[in-house]
C-alpha cells in the first residue's frame, strides 16, 4: 500500500514566511499526481516535506497510512529524482545505480538483478559501464530514474527532473516516465513549473498559487471547468485570453460588452447564469482555438470580433494570430493555410458556447 496523504499541512520558515498553507489532498495508491504552478508557489516545498528533506511546521503526512512526520527520509521507502541528476562522477552507471542497494547491504547477486531489470526498462543496457561524463543529459536522467527505481520505493518523488533538459530531450523523457509509471504502477509525485509536463504527464493535477491548492482535477477538468481565473490562465498554451467587460441587455437578449466596441451574445445557458451580473463588470475569458477557428467559422450565427491583425506566428499545422482591439489584444489559434497579413481587418467567429466569465472581485468562475 503506498498512499500518500497530507492533511491540513502547512511550511513556515524563519521570519513568518509562509510556504505552504492548509494542503489536503489523498494520492490513491498507484496514482501519477503532478504539482505545478509558477517559481515560488510551494510546490517543491510540498514534495520535499513528503520526502523529510523539509520540516513540517503543523499537519501531517501519511505515507502507506503510517504517519511519517518524524520519519528520517530514508526510513520513509520514497525515492527521490532531483533536477540535477546528483549522479557521482568518479562512478559507473552500474556503481551509481547500484550505490544506495550496497549501502543497504543488499546481497550481490540482488543488486544486479536489479540494475538489469530497470537497465532493460529504461533502455540503458549498453551504457552500464559508462560514466556520467561520456553520457548524454538524456541518459543522465535515465540513470537518475533508475538509481530511483532499483530502489523499488513505495513512492517516488520527481523535482523537476527535466528542466536542465532541451526541447527535444524533455518531450522523449515525459513518455518515458509515463511509460514507466504504466510499466512499474507505483505511486508517483511529480514536481513541474511546465502545464505542458502537468498536462501530459498527470492522473490528477494539483495548481498552485502562493502556497495555496487552487484546484486539484485531471487534465481536461482543469481546462474545461477552471474554478478561477488564476487556473484558466496557467492551463493551456498559448493563455486563455481575458476580455473586461459588462453584460448589459439588448431587449430579451444579454450581451457581453467589451474592448473595442466587442458585443458578444450570450447563450441560454450563460443568461440564466449571469443574469444577476447585469449592469456589473465581469471578465470574459476565450481560449485561442475559440476564436477563428474552422469549426467557428462555419457556424453561420457565431459572434465576431472585429479587430486587426498584429503578429502572425506560423507553428507548422496551425498559426498563432496576435490582433489589436482597440487598447486591448488577443490572441487565436487558426489552421496555417488561413493566409493573414498583419494589418489586416478581421472578423473571426467566437465559440461563446465555450466561453468563461470570472467575477473581478474575487476571480471565482462564474459562468
Known amino acids: 500500500m503506498a498512499e500518500v496523504t497530507l492533511k491540513s499541512v502547512d511550511k513556515v520558515y524563519a521570519g513568518g514566511v509562509k510556504a505552504v498553507s492548509d494542503f489536503n489532498m489523498e494520492i490513491r495508491d498507484g496514482e501519477f499526481v503532478v504539482l505545478v504552478g509558477p517559481s515560488g508557489c510551494g510546490k517543491s516545498t510540498t514534495l520535499r516535506m513528503v520526502a523529510g528533506l523539509e520540516e513540517i ?36 552507471v552500474y556503481e551509481n545505480m547500484a550505490f544506495g542497494l550496497k549501502l543497504r547491504r543488499f546481497p550481490k547477486k540482488e543488486i544486479d538483478t536489479r540494475i538489469q531489470e530497470a537497465a532493460r526498462i529504461l533502455g540503458l543496457q549498453d551504457l552500464l559501464e559508462r560514466r556520467p561524463k561520456a553520457l548524454s543529459g538524456g541518459q543522465r536522467q535515465r540513470v537518475a530514474v533508475g538509481r530511483a527505481i532499483v530502489r523499488k520505493p513505495a513512492v517516488f518523488l520527481f523535482d523537476e527532473p527535466l528542466s536542465n533538459l532541451d526541447a527535444k530531450l524533455r518531450v522523449q523523457m515525459r513518455v518515458e516516465i509515463s511509460r514507466l509509471h504504466s510499466t512499474i504502477g507505483s505511486t508517483m509525485i511529480y514536481v513541474t513549473h511546465d502545464q505542458v509536463e502537468a498536462m501530459t504527464m498527470g492522473e490528477r493535477i494539483v495548481v498552485m498559487k502562493d502556497g495555496f491548492i487552487q484546484q486539484i482535477a ?25 476580455f473586461e467587460g459588462t453584460i448589459k441587455a439588448r431587449g430579451a437578449a444579454l450581451t457581453f460588452e467589451g474592448p473595442g466596441g466587442m458585443s458578444l451574445a450570450l447563450t441560454e445557458k450563460q443568461r440564466a447564469g449571469l443574469a444577476p451580473y447585469r449592469d456589473k463588470p465581469v471578465a470574459l475569458g476565450l481560449r485561442p482555438e475559440d476564436i477563428g477557428s474552422p469549426a467557428a467559422e462555419r457556424i453561420a450565427d457565431a459572434p465576431r470580433i472585429r479587430a486587426l491583425v498584429d503578429v502572425v506566428e506560423p507553428m507548422g499545422a496551425e498559426s498563432y494570430i496576435y490582433h489589436k482591439l482597440g487598447a486591448a489584444t488577443f490572441v487565436s ?35
Open 57 to 92: 511546521t503543523a499537519g501531517t503526512v501519511a505515507i502507506g497510512g503510517r504517519v511519517v512526520n518524524d520519519v528520517p527520509p530514508k526510513d520513509r521507502d520514497i525515492a527521490m529524482v532531483f533536477q540535477n541528476y546528483a549522479l557521482y562522477p568518479h562512478m559507473s
Open 218 to 242: 485531471d487534465p481536461l477538468t482543469l481546462y474545461d471547468f477552471p474554478v478561477n481565473r488564476f487556473v484558466a490562465g496557467f492551463i493551456g498554451t498559448p493563455p486563455m485570453n481575458f
Open 333 to 367: 489559434r487558426v489552421d496555417a493555410h488561413q493566409r493573414l497579413k498583419e494589418g489586416q481587418g478581421v472578423e473571426p467567429a467566437v465559440f461563446m458556447d465555450k466561453a468563461h466569465f470570472f467575477d473581478p472581485a474575487n476571480d471565482a468562475r462564474i459562468g
